[in-house]
């Protein structure tokens, strides 16, 4: 199981969370990778990525602990998504990113290289998500709008004006379902139609999410806990209060609970906050007067993103020298 972690001071934290006996997080690398802030990191077997403020994607070997290459844009990296069809599920086919002038960039991953470029909104766009079967990807931006993008024909497909802007959009473990996150609201839409099923309130802002299995999805932020929403009945499932001392900024679901075993395996939960601590945790504790995290690491900075991957994969990414389009815009009207 892997981890990396991005920082306000443009470092890149790579970790291995071991278990022998107890849980480890065993340091693979840090260093300073951006010339600016960290947005967005995304782990997938042995490839990882990070976008940042200098308009550029680092590609990163975890086998070797290595940075590998770049890609670059024409602005600000915000949101970065690898995919991968259940027949290369332990290596990335596609890696997705979006920008701070309301792009979505479409890559190979094997090697890395430039695909497509599409205008999704009309300003910044704030977070990206993928269907399960790849074929859909939805966005939500600063111009208080959502796109659906149909990926096989290359197009957005559909776009409409949100109440207030979200800041995150994610589907759920079938695609299904997908939840938009504005400031301390959560909303539950039907993917077939937006239909709103119904609003979830967490009090404080939310930073962060990630969809776990059985209609689970886990939520951190100003509040410092890390809630488990419940989809079907639209109550809290359990929580960890006060998980960090700071705001949580990340959440990775690494590894899920497999009925068919003989033997459970724990359902284990990253979490990371914006005062440098990443924690481990099973979350099958969280209903215990205290839970303590199973590990944990501090890198002592200001951390702005996390992600992992329980995928193990000997493949190694390679990059191929490639740029996007000069005019994006163009591309875009291309299509």
């Not at 998500?129 to 208080?144: C, F, K, M, R, Y």
């Not at 003989?262 to 209903?287: F, K, Q, T």
């Amino acid at each position: 199981m892997s981890l990396v972690a991005g920082s306000y001071e443009r470092f890149i934290w790579g970790y291995r969370l071991k278990h022998r006996q107890n849980f480890t997080l065993s340091p693979l690398f840090s260093f300073p990778s951006h010339l600016s802030t960290i947005k967005a990191v995304a782990v997938f077997g042995s490839a990882a990525v990070s976008g940042g403020y200098d308009d550029t994607i680092k590609i990163y070997d975890l086998t070797s602990s290595s940075e590998i290459g770049s890609l670059h844009q024409s602005s600000a990296i915000t949101s970065l998504s690898f995919f991968a069809p259940p027949s290369l599920s332990s290596f990335p086919r596609n890696l997705f990113a979006t920008d701070a002038e309301g792009f979505l960039s479409i890559y190979d991953a094997d090697p890395f290289i430039h695909l497509k470029t599409l205008k999704v909104h009309k300003k910044g766009v704030n977070s990206l998500s993928i269907h399960p079967s790849g074929q859909l990807a939805l966005t939500v931006g600063h111009d208080e709008c959502l796109a659906m993008v149909n990926l096989v024909r290359g197009r957005r497909s559909f776009y409409c004006r949100l109440s207030k802007e979200s800041s995150i959009v994610q589907f759920n473990e079938t695609g299904e379902k997908f939840f938009m996150v504005a400031d301390e609201k959560i909303s539950l839409h039907e993917s077939e139609d937006a239909k709103l099923i119904f609003e979830l309130d967490n009090q404080k802002r939310i930073l962060c999410a990630a969809p776990g299995t059985n209609g689970i999805l886990f939520t951190g932020g100003e509040d410092r806990n890390v809630t488990a929403w419940d989809s079907a009945s639209g109550k809290v499932a359990y929580s960890i209060k006060d998980a960090h001392a700071a705001r949580v900024k990340g959440i990775v679901v690494l590894s899920k609970s497999c009925s068919d075993s003989g033997e459970e395996d724990p359902y284990i939960v990253a979490s990371a906050s914006s005062d440098g601590v990443i924690r481990i945790w099973d979350v099958r504790m969280a209903n215990k007067e205290k839970t303590n995290p199973l590990a944990e690491a501090n890198t002592r900075s200001r951390l702005t993103c996390l992600a992992g991957s329980s995928i193990k994969s000997v493949r190694r990414p390679r990059v191929e020298n490639s740029k996007p389009d000069e005019n994006p815009e163009a591309a875009a009207m291309e299509s």
